[in-house]
């Protein structure tokens, strides 16, 4: 005798199918309009890191190479962005109750170093994180916080940071192209900031009391436009340093 199959009505579960997707990920991305509130529980790790053309595909399009170094490394007359790695735990959407990677930029950095000023932690705060825009000229992130729900120390860590990030090899930086040196010489051809120059000037701004947006105005004058701190040459950093020196 065949068993009998009972009709079964199931539940319009958009939710689940969303948070098993993001289990599939380690990355946290905060999308175009969206955000995220979430828990700092490790790092963060600074490095740097680029992505650089090496040639082209068959279709035509170009060819990158993503180069990640410690922060304290170099590659003179390469363009070398400073990031930061945290690991977070997400406290609302599809990814709610998951661990993640969470890397960022200046933007970001900035505003929770304001809130580690305030709090004495960026792990004693829930953090949301904000993003407004979809392009890479118009997109803004804002980190702030709010009152915590869940303690730091409780959340288990899940990553090791420094393996997270995946440092170049020697083989990976052969492929670069050769580097693009300027008109100048000595310190103005190499094209990135030096790591002592970003300490000296983030201890010169503590010495002098001095707020992002002071520092903005002298980045601007010196640069001739606007730029974030790992945007500047060495010889753009070394008068921004000059003028906080005499400020």
């Not at 082209?56 to 390469?78: C, E, M, N, V, Y």
Request: glycine share 8%; proline share 5%.
């Amino acid at each position: 005798m065949e068993a009998e199959t009972v009709a079964k009505e199931y539940p319009e579960s958009f939710d689940e199918g969303a948070a098993a997707q993001a289990q599939t990920k380690t990355e946290l991305k905060v999308g175009a309009g969206e955000r995220i509130r979430m828990k700092f529980v490790s790092g963060p790790l600074t490095y740097r890191e680029n992505y650089f053309e090496i040639g082209t595909k068959d279709d035509g399009t170009p060819k990158k190479i993503r180069i990640a170094l410690p922060f304290a490394s170099q590659l003179p007359g390469h363009k070398m962005k400073v990031k930061y790695l945290c690991e977070v735990l997400v406290l609302d959407g599809p990814a709610k109750g998951q661990n993640k990677l969470f890397a960022f930029g200046q933007q970001v950095w900035d505003d929770l170093n304001v809130i580690k000023l305030d709090h004495g932690s960026i792990r004693v705060p829930d953090i949301i994180v904000s993003r407004k825009g979809a392009t890479k000229d118009d997109t803004k992130y804002k980190a702030s916080a709010v009152p915590s729900t869940v303690e730091a120390k409780t959340v288990p860590l899940a990553f090791n940071l420094e393996v997270e990030v995946r440092y170049a090899t020697k083989e990976d930086i052969d492929k670069l192209p050769p580097p693009t040196v300027g008109k100048a010489s000595g310190e103005d051809m190499v094209s990135v900031i030096s790591a002592a120059q970003v300490d000296l000037i983030d201890s010169l701004c503590k010495q002098k009391s001095l707020g992002m947006k002071e520092l903005s105005k002298i980045i601007e004058r010196k640069a001739g436009k606007a730029k974030s701190i790992d945007e500047m040459t060495v010889g753009e950093a070394s008068g921004v340093i000059e003028a906080l020196k005499n400020y």
